[in-house]
């Protein structure tokens, strides 16, 4: 049991949760200074940490609690549940009558999420949709208040008319991981050839919210990145999808 534990764990490490955005430093203040989560939610994240499961960092825990506390969403969509930590997360800010719902395609991370929402007794404030994010968000109706994506990194220029369709007219899309470790700024030619279309498409994507005209965005540099973007206005489906 113990090797295949370990199995699952060596296919989920990231090598980006090691390259940090701000110097070293102040990453290490910002996660061990910052108060840390309290109860069972607080034992997932520590065992996730100690075990190289990529989630999102503590320093975008601490802003994600304050954030979601100002915003008080009710309906929150996630694509990109991995062990279920985020979703629970947010699942403490929608209140009696709000929900998450989240989206998944690996068996490993679905068992693994619903496992936690068990523990963290939260089946009731948390659907998970099981398959390809491409083949859901379409099927998806109503509108919610805040999204927060955490994918493939490529696919984030492809889900992003979906999601901002998803989207309330002054709610929040959260997107993480869009620095890639400070690569995003490298020339194509120095990035690796297996990096390479994610280095393209991330830049594509940047380039396509920052200089729209109906979202207002801002990057902070919290872990690897995380772009913030608020849909102003109803906006057409074809201004936002891939070339």
Do not use: W
Not at 151 to 157: D, L, M, P
């Amino acid at each position: 049991m113990e090797n295949a534990e370990n199995k699952e764990v060596k296919v989920a490490r990231n090598e980006m949760m090691d390259r940090p955005v701000v110097q070293k430093e102040i990453v290490e203040f910002l996660r061990k200074k910052q108060k840390p989560l309290p109860g069972k939610l607080g034992e997932i994240q520590r065992e996730a940490n100690e075990r190289r499961v990529p989630i999102i960092p503590h320093e975008t825990v601490v802003f994600l609690n304050l954030l979601l506390g100002q915003i008080k969403p009710e309906r929150i969509l996630e694509i990109g549940a991995a062990i279920g930590f985020s979703s629970s997360l947010m699942a403490q800010h929608v209140g009696d009558n709000g929900h998450v719902t989240t989206i998944d395609r690996f068996d490993v991370m679905i068992k693994k999420a619903k496992k936690n929402y068990e523990i963290l007794e939260l089946t009731d404030k948390i659907t998970l949709l099981e398959g390809q994010a491409a083949d859901i968000l379409p099927t998806l109706t109503g509108k919610f208040d805040f999204i927060f994506m955490d994918s493939a990194k490529s696919k984030y220029r492809d889900f992003l008319p979906e999601c901002i369709r998803l989207l309330k007219i002054g709610g929040m899309l959260v997107v993480d991981d869009v620095l890639q470790g400070g690569t995003i700024l490298l020339p194509d030619e120095e990035i690796p050839k297996r990096t390479r279309v994610i280095h393209r498409k991330l830049n594509t994507f940047l380039e396509t919210v920052m200089n729209h005209p109906l979202l207002e965005s801002s990057i902070i540099p919290l872990g690897d990145g995380l772009l913030m973007i608020v849909k102003k206005e109803e906006i057409e489906p074809s201004s936002l999808s891939p070339l």
